[in-house]
């Protein structure tokens, strides 16, 4: 028998995912006090009977650093947001979980620096929440994987350090939490040519070595993992920067692969841009999935929205709808 959250989170899906017009959160995403929320390269934590949103705070003026072979347009980096919501549809604002510093160049969460992606598991033996993010110098040259911890969900989150997993670079990236409480971290390496996943330890603070390398030579980012049926899916984009590209999934045995690669998962008008979005989370709610995406507005980065859309799975084939 469905449980009664259950068939409230169900029909709050249909309400709010499957029905108008498949686009929600989309340009005018307010928070309860009706402000537009500031959540880029989300991740959600679902931890006794809450969802909890944290994403890249983008404000103020979109500036492109000089010299550079791409279009490398940045905002200061503005920390890591939070929200939270019962049903996926109203969403409180909680504060900054992360906070940046000001006026300290050499510290990873100055805002002259990149906090990106940022994403958050809970640890059953530490009561810890942790927060992975991928941290980096506005010229990307850094490329690491940040962690912070707090004992609340909502925060604050106090910084620990950025790490080199295994000596790897690490850019875009992910966090994945198996139903056997082993989490992995998934993260553009190798100069953005082959992804590698990362087993963390136990206490989700560092990465071992045991990792493996996948989609190698393929250039992809933006991974958001999850798991159906006993099953990994992995979605990327190509490496466009903040441009949309066409989206691509992979499905493996294992989180540490190997990963057997698959087409475009986006289908009807739009699929080859990823509907002008680029993926960041996929959320399991109930059997259903959320395919979570950012459109970003790389002149005006502030200014960049959402997309949402329900993602189906069916007999290992991965589809995404646009309209
Ligand atoms: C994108 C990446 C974003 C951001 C951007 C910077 O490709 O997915 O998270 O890092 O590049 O140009």
């Not at 992606?117 to 980096?136: A, C, E, G, L």
Request: one cysteine or more; aromatic letters at 12%; hydrophobic letters at 35%.
């Amino acid at each position: 028998m469905k449980s009664l959250r259950s068939i409230l989170l169900v029909s709050a899906l249909s309400l709010s995912f499957l029905n108008v017009s498949g686009q929600a959160p989309n340009d005018k995403w307010l928070d309860t006090d009706g402000h537009f929320i500031n959540a880029h390269g989300a991740g959600v934590l679902f931890h006794d009977g809450t969802y909890y949103l944290f994403g890249e705070i983008k404000k103020g003026k979109t500036w492109l650093v000089p010299n550079q072979s791409w279009e490398d347009y940045r905002v200061p980096a503005g920390g890591v947001s939070c929200y939270s919501s019962k049903d996926l549809k109203r969403w409180k604002y909680e504060g900054i979980s992360l906070a940046p510093v000001k006026g300290q160049p050499d510290n990873d969460l100055d805002t002259g620096r990149v906090i990106e992606r940022p994403k958050v598991i809970y640890n059953s033996k530490t009561k810890q929440f942790v927060m992975w993010m991928h941290i980096d110098k506005k010229d990307y040259s850094y490329s690491r994987s940040g962690v912070a911890v707090s004992d609340k969900p909502t925060g604050p989150y106090r910084y620990i350090r950025s790490v080199k997993p295994n000596g790897q670079m690490a850019r875009d990236m992910s966090v994945f939490q198996d139903n056997d409480e082993k989490a992995y971290l998934i993260y553009s390496s190798e100069n953005n040519n082959t992804m590698q996943v990362c087993l963390l330890s136990d206490d989700y603070l560092s990465p071992t070595k045991t990792y493996s390398r996948i989609l190698i030579n393929k250039r992809r980012e933006a991974p958001a993992l999850f798991k159906n049926d006993g099953k990994y899916y992995l979605i990327t984009s190509l490496c466009t920067g903040w441009s949309p590209n066409a989206a691509m999934y992979a499905v493996a045995d294992n989180p540490l692969g190997p990963y057997k690669e698959f087409g475009n998962p986006c289908k009807g008008s739009g699929a080859e841009t990823t509907f002008e979005a680029q993926s960041t989370y996929v959320l399991a709610v109930d059997g259903k999935y959320i395919f979570m995406a950012d459109r970003w507005n790389k002149t005006n980065l502030e200014k960049s929205t959402y997309l949402w859309l329900p993602l189906t799975v069916a007999k290992d084939k991965v589809e995404i709808r646009g309209e």
